[in-house]
């Protein structure tokens, strides 16, 4: 048996280039619509009392995909944010007397996404819409330069070939990625990778 690498979870901060007006209108299209969904899954969450993962996407599947979004990733993600805000939120509420009378609700400016629905580069983050769109959103020079060694080793990652499904395997150095919008017209980009030791 092939011993697995250690591996040591780092969190790369970047920042995009001030994008362009024909970016930052998909972009903020994007931003509201995962809003939307999230705070949807949240409100259905809640006035069920589902818990079981099972029981949620049996619920949601097929009203999720007709309203926002098709695709199973885009779903996990929303889910997985959505559920994070309900345990943060309790937590929250545990200390805070006034959060407990509140709904939860996901707050605007910040998507968290996973492969492949964006995919980084050295030089770009990806984004896959849901129209298959893609748009590349550029790194600024000075955070990009800072974590160039970090992005090489993480791009090491990447599969080349393809599995018996005919589909690309994704890169198992990085997972989810958020990105915060910034007023000033782009966006920080926060990646949490695991490279080995």
Do not use: C
Request: glycine share 4%; charged share 30%; hydrophobic share 40%.
């Amino acid at each position: 048996m092939i011993p697995m690498p250690e591996t040591k979870a780092i969190f790369l901060k970047l920042s995009s280039v001030p994008l362009t007006r024909e970016k930052q209108i998909p972009l903020q299209e994007e931003f509201s619509r995962y809003e939307l969904a999230t705070n949807w899954v949240l409100k259905i969450l809640l006035k069920g009392h589902l818990t079981k993962r099972v029981q949620i996407l049996d619920a949601i599947q097929n009203d999720f995909s007709e309203q926002f979004d098709n695709r199973r990733t885009y779903l996990n993600d929303v889910l997985r944010s959505a559920t994070a805000e309900i345990a943060r939120h309790r937590k929250l509420a545990m200390t805070v007397r006034s959060m407990r009378d509140k709904t939860p609700f996901f707050k605007s400016g910040r998507i968290i996404f996973s492969q492949p629905i964006v995919k980084i580069s050295e030089k770009a983050l990806i984004l896959t819409l849901a129209d298959r769109t893609r748009i590349p959103i550029p790194y600024d020079k000075f955070s990009r330069n800072q974590n160039a060694e970090k992005i090489s080793a993480i791009l090491k990652g990447e599969s080349t070939k393809v599995d018996v499904d005919g589909k690309m395997p994704t890169n198992r150095r990085y997972g989810r990625i958020r990105m915060k919008w910034n007023s000033a017209g782009f966006l920080i980009i926060d990646i949490k990778a695991n490279l080995p030791i």
